[in-house]
């Protein structure tokens, strides 16, 4: 029952936000009562704290084999962002805005493992696209890993974005393609080219 609790729990907070589930909402939805649930999370708090960390683990998990699989360096990134997306539901209610205002210490630590995560899977990207020679030789790996991270996670501010300006996926893919074209050569720019028509057919 835990697991089934944090499951629906994770579905819902990503649909419909971290704030705006309250703990009637999942017993309702999986027609069990609060108690159940408390007898297994002792607040809403601990849930989200536990949603999170599964999610993040769950995520962690699927980038990593996706790097396990050799790709071409701009292909991987692309792979990853399209694995992402695939189960953040596209953050439709922004989950990361309302975890950041409501949840600011859950927050800050998932940010953490995220950024130690994301950092050593970038870096080692920018280092074989070098090697490779389709990303430029003079790169500073330390400066594109730390500047890719904070874009990824600035898109993700409905402040700054709002989603009816900018929706999320085509935001996502726009920012994909910015990062890529500031450090490719100009045969990594085929490749870059020759994939994103063939994902447009």
């Given at each position: 029952m835990k697991e089934k609790v944090l499951d629906k729990a994770t579905e819902m907070f990503l649909t419909l936000g971290f704030k705006s589930v309250t703990m009637d909402d999942l017993a309702h939805e999986m027609g069990i009562s609060k108690k159940t649930i408390y007898a297994h999370y002792e607040n809403k708090t601990k849930l989200v704290e536990e949603c999170?960390?599964?999610l993040f683990c769950f995520i962690s998990t699927g980038i990593d084999a996706i790097c396990t699989l050799q790709k071409n360096p701009i292909e991987e990134l692309l792979e990853i962002k399209k694995f992402v997306m695939?189960?953040?539901?596209d953050e439709k209610s922004s989950p990361q805005y309302q975890l950041q205002k409501y949840y600011p210490k859950i927050y800050a630590s998932l940010r953490s493992k995220q950024y130690d995560a994301m950092r050593s899977c970038v870096i080692n990207n920018i280092k074989k696209g070098i090697n490779l020679g389709i990303y430029r030789p003079n790169l500073n790996v330390e400066f594109v890993s730390r500047i890719y991270f904070t874009g990824v996670t600035s898109i993700k501010d409905f402040s700054l974005f709002p989603p009816d300006l900018f929706p999320v996926?085509?935001?996502?893919?726009?920012?994909?393609?910015?990062?890529?074209?500031?450090?490719?050569?100009?045969?990594?720019?085929?490749?870059?080219?020759?994939?994103?028509?063939?994902?447009?057919?």
């Open positions: 999170t960390l599964q695939q189960h953040l539901k996926n085509k935001l996502q893919d726009e920012y994909l393609e910015y990062h890529l074209r500031g450090i490719i050569t100009p045969e990594g720019r085929k490749i870059l080219n020759e994939l994103i028509n063939s994902n447009q057919e």
